[in-house]
């Protein structure tokens, strides 16, 4: 049988000031690594045979229906505007409406130069590919909004970084690729018929019960917002969190030097290139709130009276921060096996924290370990452990069932950093046992798994990763 993706492709309709289209570059020898066949039956994909889809994944045969093109965006990174930057190395194949009626994107990334690769190559190597793959699924496993991966294909050929390495491309859907930079660059520029068009297009396929530039506005904070908290319950860092990586549907997006959290503290940073730890776990909150400012400064460029708007835009962004701390507090007080809201909850959160930042306990393991084990072996002073544990005994005393909702709220397995590594160095030996088994595990993160405990430890002393670089 022969492979069928059902395209319907809104983005290739708009103006052509939104895109370059061009076909992905041939690959020599392209072989299929991982295909997820659960996400194709949501998006109504019928697979094809391996050889087939190692055409179609790895950039060599265009599928019917499809119409590939480069998107354009531009964004701040690292605070700093960058006015034009767009799909370098990624290639929107086009969309699909799933099973469950959500338009979702399939893009290639890693096909090959674009109109907007400036010194890049276009091309990705295997290891940031397996661990896009590896990671994104998890948090989707994790209930995190995220973009997900539909395939992973070896190229046969050399990608040149500091050294040769073998070459890959990731096959990511997405629900839309649309960022805070996609609305910069129109709103920079001045081209406010595109803005409108691009805020148009954002409301219809996202939020159609959004009022206007304004009513969006309110619509990605709130997304952002409920996202944001989510990662910091996970113990994730996102690492590169630029308006072009902030994703106006409320996904995570752009696996670059993203890593979970071993030992916890607000501080953890991994990203090699971020010196100034502008996004270092603790500071993610805050961020998300700067981003979301440049998307209004974007959006009101388009309104007759922007001085109203710039009034308005002000209060939603205002707002959010503390929509992210009841947000954070739901998490958190679900972490602890809490459904009530009280107001001693944040110091006992926060006490927990402290003595966690203090003792370098493992964080996920010891949130896990509240709902079934010995916490109190996670920390050294356990005197003090112990009083925040009456403390916390005597909040649940009216909780009908703690335990089973600490199981649910807290993950016995994450991508553990050097579980990545060493996934991504026996793969490009060309052993993807242990990617494989990461998939498998990792898909059910809240389950015991007793037989994969192994996965489930932190690294010794000479495992720790240091830093995570990003995915080019
Ligand atoms: P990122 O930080 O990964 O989101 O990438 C920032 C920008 O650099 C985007 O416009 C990417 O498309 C571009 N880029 C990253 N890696 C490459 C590459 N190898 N070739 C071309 N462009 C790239
Ligand atoms: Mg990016």
Same mark, same amino acid.
């Given at each position: 049988m022969s492979m069928h993706i059902p395209f319907d492709n809104s983005? =290739?309709?708009? =103006?052509?000031?939104?895109y370059s289209k061009q076909a992905p570059d041939r690959v020599t020898s392209p072989s299929l690594l991982a295909f997820n066949t659960d996400l194709a039956q949501l998006l109504d994909i019928s697979p094809g045979d391996t050889d087939e889809m190692a055409q179609v994944f790895g950039g060599n045969a265009v599928p019917d229906g499809a119409e590939p093109l480069a998107q354009l965006y531009a964004g701040h990174q690292f605070g700093n505007y960058n006015p034009q930057l767009g799909d370098g190395r990624a290639l929107l194949l086009g969309e699909t409406i799933g099973r469950d009626g959500v338009r979702r994107d399939i893009q290639l990334k890693g096909s090959g130069r674009t109109a907007y690769s400036r010194a890049g190559d276009g091309r990705a190597w295997l290891g940031p590919v397996l661990r896009e793959y590896v990671v994104s699924e998890a948090m989707h496993a994790l209930g995190v909004p995220t973009t997900r991966a539909l395939a992973a294909v070896s190229t046969g050929e050399t990608v040149w970084r500091e050294t040769g390495l073998p070459g890959a491309v990731l096959t990511r859907v997405a629900s839309s690729h649309l960022r805070v930079g996609s609305f910069q660059i129109f709103a920079r520029r001045g081209e406010i018929t595109n803005l409108k068009a691009l805020t148009d297009y954002a409301i219809q396929r996202h939020y159609p019960g959004a009022d206007g530039p304004m009513g969006l506005l309110r619509a990605v904070r709130d997304a952002q917002a409920a996202l944001i908290a989510k990662w910091m319950a996970v113990g994730f860092i996102h690492g590169v969190m630029n308006t072009d990586n902030s994703s106006i549907s409320g996904e995570t997006i752009d696996y670059g030097p993203c890593a979970f959290m071993d030992v916890y503290h607000p501080q953890t940073l991994f990203s090699s290139i971020d010196r100034q730890g502008r996004y270092a776990y603790g500071n993610q909150p805050d961020i998300a709130v700067w981003n979301l400012a440049q998307l209004a400064t974007a959006l009101i460029q388009q309104l007759d009276d922007p001085q109203t708007g710039v009034e308005e835009a002000t209060e939603i962004v205002h707002a959010m921060p503390d929509m992210m701390q009841e947000h954070w507090l739901q998490n958190f007080r679900a972490k602890l096996g809490i459904t009530t809201a009280r107001d001693g909850d944040l110091n006992l959160i926060s006490d927990l924290l402290a003595l966690m930042a203090q003792d370098q306990s493992d964080f996920t393991n010891t949130f896990r370990s509240l709902g079934a084990g010995e916490p109190r072996d996670q920390f050294i002073d356990r005197d003090k452990f112990d009083a925040w544990e009456a403390n916390w005994k005597a909040r649940l005393q009216d909780e009908p069932d703690p335990q089973s909702l600490i199981r649910r709220s807290n993950p016995g397995f994450i991508p553990r950093n050097h579980r990545i590594e060493q996934m991504i160095t026996k793969a490009v030996e060309g052993d993807f046992t242990l990617f494989n088994r990461l998939n498998r595990v990792l898909s059910r993160p809240y389950e015991d798994q007793p037989d994969q405990a192994e996965l489930r430890h932190p690294p010794k002393s000479d495992e720790v990763v240091q830093a995570t670089f990003c995915g080019t």
């Open positions: 983005y =290739a309709r708009l =103006a052509p000031s939104f």
